[in-house]
């Protein structure tokens, strides 16, 4: 058993090597330009606290700070590594691509172009919909509520770890009709399949909202709707790429299999007398 799986643990070190070198290659080269991510990075929170200003007169007070020796070169670092992970993605995808690809046919091999930028262009947009749609929103909310009372000092490592969560959830979130496509490339998921279980999905959808969101409703409605849209769309996606049959045929393909089974029965059964 393990000789068989030794080729397949041997392409997936290749694999996964290729992956976190260029995830180190694009980590040195992102530390170098680590100053204007951050100011992107923060400038949300900056926003934010000019907002404040203008509401509260404790908001001239409020201000990005550090708690720990040598913070700010653990946050280029959590900059630079969150840069690298978005920049290192097409090369990733490809990876994972090569991986499976053995498993599938010659037409489905073809599709590795329209999954890295596909996946790529999804993950960026998820991204970029968190930055300029919900951080503003969520920031403008948690840090102005309260602040006729409490003078804002936003710890930066807090900040860059909360940001960096964020992202990573509507990056990974927008890729819903990416797989969903693909699931139903290789036959693993129908329309009414995903139609059935759109009742669980949404229950799942606000789980995973609460989970990587501020603890706002605001916020988590934010990300909770758009993933809905998505994954309307990706029923949309999936039944064009792998409708399910009709019922009357699903009934016939059972009534044949049950017949099967009870023919290869009684066969089995004479053959033993």
């Given at each position: ?96 691509w090569m ?104 229950v799942l ?13 605001l916020t ?54």
């Amino acid at each position: 058993m393990f000789d068989d799986l030794r080729p397949h643990l041997v392409e997936l070190r290749k694999r996964l090597g290729i992956s976190v070198g260029s995830l180190i290659v694009m980590f040195f080269v992102m530390f170098y330009f680590h100053e204007p991510i951050l100011e992107w990075i923060v400038e949300p929170l900056n926003t934010a606290l000019v907002e404040v200003g203008k509401k509260s007169v404790h908001a001239a007070d409020g201000m990005v700070t550090t708690s720990q020796v040598g913070g700010a070169f653990f946050v280029a670092l959590k900059v630079s590594f969150f840069a690298a992970i978005v920049s290192a993605l097409p090369i990733i995808l490809s990876q994972i691509w090569m991986f499976i690809a053995p498993g599938l046919y010659a037409k489905e091999k073809k599709m590795i172009i329209p999954f890295i930028v596909g996946g790529t262009t999804m993950f960026l947009v998820g991204v970029l919909f968190a930055y300029y749609i919900v951080t503003p929103f969520g920031f403008d909310f948690l840090i102005t509520f309260g602040s006729f009372k409490f003078t804002p000092l936003i710890n930066i490592e807090d900040y860059v770890g909360f940001f960096t969560k964020i992202m990573f959830g509507f990056g990974i979130a927008f890729e819903l009709p990416i797989f969903a496509y693909f699931l139903a490339l290789l036959g693993m998921v129908n329309d009414r399949q995903m139609i059935d279980f759109f009742k669980y999905a949404i229950v799942l959808i606000f789980v995973v909202a609460a989970l990587l969101t501020p603890p706002d409703i605001l916020t988590q409605l934010l990300m909770a709707g758009p993933l809905i849209i998505l994954y309307g769309c990706s029923i949309l996606i999936v039944k064009m790429v792998n409708p399910a049959p009709p019922e009357e045929e699903e009934e016939e393909d059972s009534d044949d299999e049950n017949e099967e089974v009870i023919v290869k029965t009684q066969d089995r059964l004479e053959e033993s007398k």
